[in-house]
């Protein structure tokens, strides 16, 4: 059975086409710059062959017609009939959805009504669904909700300490965000621990441009650092993760700001990693300058890792045991060892002893804690795409 999933942006569409239940990559691409004249159309499939066009691509209909021709007139599949499944991810199901869900009128409408509390996403999102309806009437559309994986965080943990009514007539709570690469790595996690999920407890960080720690107990989310929006927890790209909201009056106090949108603007985009260097928010060209021996590259080296240190000592106090193992995936989690080393050393009195010869390696899935540490630790190429096409594919076949 073919299944596509997609993941649109307000101006990117990237989407993966599986064959199922194999999980096999049949083909996939993305159309960057959607929405201008110089749209790119990138797709790679079969033995390495790749196509590539900068193009028009005005509207989202246009990209996800274009997507499917290209799909037909590169021979990538025969019928568009055999497409049988269309997953979206979906940035928030609000308090309502606790798992991927199919999608009818009902669930579009809710998806839509969730655009306040994901302003940049839901809307894009829903608006896929109906062209991807349009096009495939006959393929089920599927919904993977990017929070779904913190639905069933404990009142204790996704309420804030302040007036009640906030949450009670605003519904301000956390949500958390990359619910769904979490879900994978605790999935595979105990797959490579040979143990059931249900059995497994952990501390995943998901460190790519956004960045969260998630305390996973008996393969269920227990907490996580991104909040109300992604826009809390540790440092990242752009992001300052969490600060006292006081310095928020403060600044436009002393920058002569009327609109509080600008500060938040600049937390989300001026912040983390490219704020406290003044340089970059790519970790790479962070870590290059810090060896080159630039002060402010060096700080936000330290800042980044000492962050995550204290949301794994937090998370692991809230376990109340010894996590199974510690798991390290997207881009930075994946390829950056030295922010492995400095985690996993500062951890080193709490039994964590990475391998350095293990941890020296770049994407592969492995295990990179030394044989006597007391917990393992887990390096986990994250995969949103598969997890989305296995959900879809779960829900298309029981339809
Ligand atoms: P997103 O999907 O959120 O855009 P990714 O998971 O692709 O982000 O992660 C992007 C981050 O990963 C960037 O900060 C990038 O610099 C970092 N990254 C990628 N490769 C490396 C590497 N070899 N060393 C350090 N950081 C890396």
Redesign the pocket.
């Known amino acids: 059975m073919l299944i596509i999933s997609i993941n649109a942006g307000s101006s990117s569409l990237k989407w993966q086409l599986f064959q199922m239940p194999a999980k096999k990559v049949i083909a996939k691409g993305m159309i960057d710059r959607l929405g201008t004249e110089q749209a790119e159309f990138k797709v790679s499939y079969g033995q390495g062959q790749k196509f590539k066009q900068t193009e028009a691509i005005l509207t989202k209909e246009s990209a996800a017609t274009l997507v499917l021709t290209r799909l037909k007139s590169l021979k990538i599949v025969e019928h568009l009939e055999a497409i049988k499944g269309v997953g979206h991810r979906v940035v928030s199901g609000g308090e309502v959805f606790d798992r991927s869900t199919v999608i009818d009128d009902h669930v579009l409408l809710q998806i839509e009504n969730f655009s306040e509390l994901a302003p940049l996403h839901n809307r894009t999102e829903a608006y896929f669904v109906r062209v991807f309806r349009d096009l495939l009437p006959q393929a089920c559309q599927v919904a993977v909700f990017d929070n779904a994986f913190f639905a069933h965080l404990d009142p204790i943990n996704y309420l804030y300490p302040i007036d009640k009514k906030y949450y009670d007539q605003y519904q301000v709570r956390k949500y958390g965000a990359h619910g769904t690469s979490h879900r994978y790595v605790t999935l595979r996690a105990a797959e490579l621990l040979d143990k059931p999920v249900t059995e497994t407890s952990l501390i995943t960080l ?6 969260s720690v998630s305390a996973i107990k008996s393969g269920q989310a227990l907490d996580t650092s991104m909040g109300f929006t992604p826009l809390a927890g540790i440092m990242m ?1 752009t992001r300052s993760g969490d600060i006292d909201p006081s310095i928020i009056p403060y600044i436009m106090e002393k920058e002569h700001l009327t609109d509080v949108r600008e500060v938040i603007k600049a937390l989300n985009n001026q912040s983390g ?1 490219l704020g406290v260097s003044g340089l970059s ?7 290059a300058a810090a060896a080159a021996g630039n002060q402010r590259a060096q700080l936000a080296q330290e800042m980044f890792n000492n962050r995550i240190v204290k949301y794994v000592g937090s998370y692991w106090a809230l376990l109340g045991k010894t996590p199974d193992a510690l798991i390290f ?11 492995r080393l400095a985690v996993g050393q500062a951890l080193a009195h709490l039994g964590v002893k990475i391998d350095p010869q293990a941890n020296d390696m ?1 994407g592969q899935e492995r295990l990179i804690s030394t044989p006597d540490s007391q917990v393992k630790v887990y390096v986990i190429p ?1 995969n949103e795409e598969l997890m989305i096409a296995q959900d879809t594919y779960d829900l298309t076949a029981k339809e």
């Open positions: 998901h460190l790519g441009s956004g960045a790209g990693l928010n790519d970790k790479r060209d962070i870590d995936t997207a881009g930075i989690g994946e390829n950056d060892q030295g922010v770049r994250t």
